[in-house]
């Protein structure tokens, strides 16, 4: 093996060293974007959010933060919003922490590959022991410093996704030695080695619903490992065999039944079909390797939505040629998967999840969620490769430097996204020009703006330019995305704030004997803006985004800090109601309800009201914001003892201690009331 695995004791200690370099190099290059801001919605979804602010690590406060949360944000499942509460509980709100703890488990998650790889050579290949735990670190290598993962690892909202490939992979390694221990005879072992499996994979099942795709990892570990092991084997194998294959079969069924009965409603896009989806997907899975193999800086981003859809064939022409390439994949490596199973397995893996992706997921994506697990197939499928060349061609010293010099790349280009993630403009500008057909880059450019103008006084000449910036954004957001409402009433928003600004402006001047400063309007046609705005709601797909500036305006003219034309918000409101792909029981349909409801309360239709409370708790009676809103109008219209029983409900859930103080003071309310 050359000089670098003739020297037993080194060749023996050279995975831990590349293993140690790695996390060293990681923490490094890392290190700019650990100090960066929360981006996105993790300001509000994290920082702000009350359900989070756990007071204790008691089993209330625990039960709080698993089982309810905040209306209208996803921050995973109940594991991964317990460990940003305890997150949040032990080091305070601010991002670092967060991201520490993120990173932290990015190393480990390396760490775990690193151990699955070697099990799965050992086993499955026939590799020595000093060779597999070789290939495996040097695969650990390039995964812990590869760009592709960053975003995962410093978007404090994928906690769900790094702590659910966490425990995903403590099961798939348990699964294996469980079913390594049952096939050499080692019964009671490997039913204990199965039942920790169990265990994890209900810990990554409750980090991220998603994580139920582990079953189809184990499917395809039985065919390409424990299958042909079996039928050699006694009849307890075989019977195992058989349990644990058609067990799992049954498990994946229900699961993704049940998971897609919960999502399909209010994350399929209406505009997108299955032809769609599927004929896009090759093109998507090829542009994902791409990222994976070479890395280009231009290529990333937090979003991918400018990846355009295949409506053919040849439209565009590479849909075709990106379909022949897969399947061509696909029977190369089913051809090759006994003298490279571990290579194949993980490649048709890979594959796998994106055909999976095309039938049943959300939306055609090209992110870089999905690819953080999956992506570290490819990197071991790439270093075994190189490892196959001949000797003769290459030395041992010299597959083992490509393979560093290409971790090092990787290394570099992380680095350079990581100085971008640690400024808030700096990310969007980089963001905007990898991206600039992204409407959700172009969307959170006029976000920036909008905060760049809200940081210098108010009616400055930048400020002004700031805010035209940001409107100029929202349009070309508005035109990428036309089913999307979100930038026009984003839009909607700015210019109803900026009349009541401009009011304000003029009242002072004239009050101070000075002539009144002529602006502009920042919307020369508004009735254009509110008409777009209300075939969006109709016809498009509601985004939380839009869902969320639809509320923000109706408070905002409710408050008096907006001026908006009579009729204008219950016209909005009344168009997204009527959208046909927002089910009867939809999180979004509630909140539509609950504003229209406390519309109708503040204008005096106390009947109207009481009727829109009503369909609100039918729809999410576990929520307090909701509770307590129906309290107070069910009280309006008479109706005391309902109004006492929706704020019992409240102080005997597990909410926050803000929520439960409002409760209380509308009991007594209610109580004094009622004398």
């Known amino acids: 093996m050359d000089i670098f695995c003739r020297l037993t004791g080194f060749a023996r200690t050279a995975p831990w060293w590349i293993l140690a370099v790695s996390v060293l190099v990681a923490v490094l290059i890392y290190y700019p974007g650990l100090n960066g801001p929360f981006l996105v919605d993790d300001e509000s979804s994290i920082k702000h959010n009350s359900y989070l602010k756990i007071e204790g690590v008691r089993a209330k406060d625990l039960q709080m933060v698993a089982f309810v949360q905040e209306p209208a944000v996803d921050l995973g499942g109940p594991l991964a919003r317990a460990s ?15 991201k520490v703890v993120n990173f932290l488990l990015h190393v480990f ?46 978007h404090v909202s994928e906690r769900s996704t790094v702590l659910a490939v966490f425990f995903g992979l403590l099961a798939l390694l348990s699964y294996v030695q469980g079913r390594l221990s049952v096939a050499k005879g080692g019964f009671l072992s490997g039913v204990v080695f199965l039942v920790l499996a169990l265990v994890c994979y209900t810990a990554a099942v409750a980090s991220r619903q998603e994580a139920f795709l582990l079953l189809i990892v184990m499917l395809m570990l039985e065919w390409f490992v424990f299958w042909s092991r079996d039928v050699r084997s006694n009849r307890e194998n075989a019977v195992m065999r058989n349990l644990f294959v058609w067990g799992l079969m049954l498990l994946i069924a229900v699961v993704f039944l049940y998971w897609h009965n919960g999502v399909k409603a209010d994350l399929f896009p209406a505009t997108i079909s299955l032809s769609e989806r599927l004929l896009t997907q090759p093109r998507i899975l090829l542009y994902s390797l791409g990222m994976i193999v070479f890395p280009r800086p231009s290529v990333f981003g937090l979003f991918h939505d400018d990846f355009s859809l295949s409506t053919g064939l040849f439209s565009p022409p590479s849909t075709l040629f990106a379909l022949v390439i897969v399947v061509a994949m696909v029977s190369l490596l089913l051809r090759y998967k006994r003298k490279q199973p571990v290579a194949a397995l993980f490649i048709l893996l890979f594959i796998a999840v994106y055909i999976y992706q095309g039938f049943v997921c959300c939306a055609t994506h090209a992110g870089e969620r999905l690819n953080y697990p999956f992506s570290f197939g490819v990197l071991l499928a790439v270093v075994l490769g190189i490892m196959a060349v001949s000797r003769s061609l290459l030395s041992m010293n010299g597959k083992v430097a490509i393979v560093l010099i290409f971790g090092l790349f990787f290394a570099s280009v992380t680095y350079a996204r990581a100085k971008a993630w640690q400024d808030m403009n700096r990310w969007t500008f980089t963001m905007l020009k990898n991206h600039p057909a992204s409407a959700a880059a172009n969307y959170q450019a006029a976000v920036m703006y909008v905060e760049l103008s809200q940081n210098l006084q108010g009616g400055s000449a930048q400020a002004e330019e700031y805010l035209r910036q940001a409107v100029e954004h929202f349009e070309k957001s508005a035109s990428l995305k036309q089913g999307d409402a979100a930038p026009l009433l984003a839009v909607m928003l700015l210019d109803a704030m900026s009349r009541i600004s401009s009011e304000k402006s003029t009242l002072d001047a004239l009050l101070g004997g000075t002539p ?85 309360f503040v204008a005096g239709n106390l009947a109207e009201a009481k009727r829109l409370a009503l369909q609100v708790m039918s729809i999410a009676p576990e929520n307090a914001s909701y509770a307590l809103n129906a309290a107070v109008i ?42």
Not at 115 to 141: D, E, I, K, N, T
Not at 537 to 553: E, F, H, P
Not at 660 to 670: D, I, P, Q
């Open 84 to 98: 940003l509460a305890l997150n949040h509980y032990y080091w305070g709100g601010e991002a670092f922490s967060f």
């Open 109 to 154: 998650n390396g760490g775990l590959f690193y151990m699955l790889a070697a099990l799965l050579l050992r086993h499955l290949q026939g590799v020595g022991y000093l060779h597999a735990r070789l290939y495996a670190s040097l695969a650990a290598f390039a995964w812990l410093l590869h760009p592709l993962n960053l975003a995962v690892v410093l």
């Open 516 to 600: 009144p400063l002529q602006r502009s309007p920042l919307v020369l046609n508004r009735i254009n803006i509110l008409q777009r705005a209300k075939l969006a709601l109709q016809t498009g797909t509601l985004s939380k985004w839009a869902v969320d500036n639809l509320i923000r305006l109706s408070n905002c003219e409710r408050g008096g800090q907006c001026r908006l034309d009579v009729g204008y918000i219950d016209d909005l409101l009344g168009s997204a109601l009527a959208n046909e792909t927002l089910p009867a029981t939809s999180a979004y349909r509630a909140r539509i309800l609950d504003e229209l409801a406390q519309r109708q």
């Open 634 to 675: 069910m009280a309006a219209n008479g109706d005391v003892d309902l109004a006492m029983g929706y704020v019992g409900e409240v102080l005997a859930g597990a909410h926050p201690e803000a929520v439960k103080a409002r409760a209380y003071v509308l009991r007594n309310s209610l109580k004094a009331g009622s004398k």
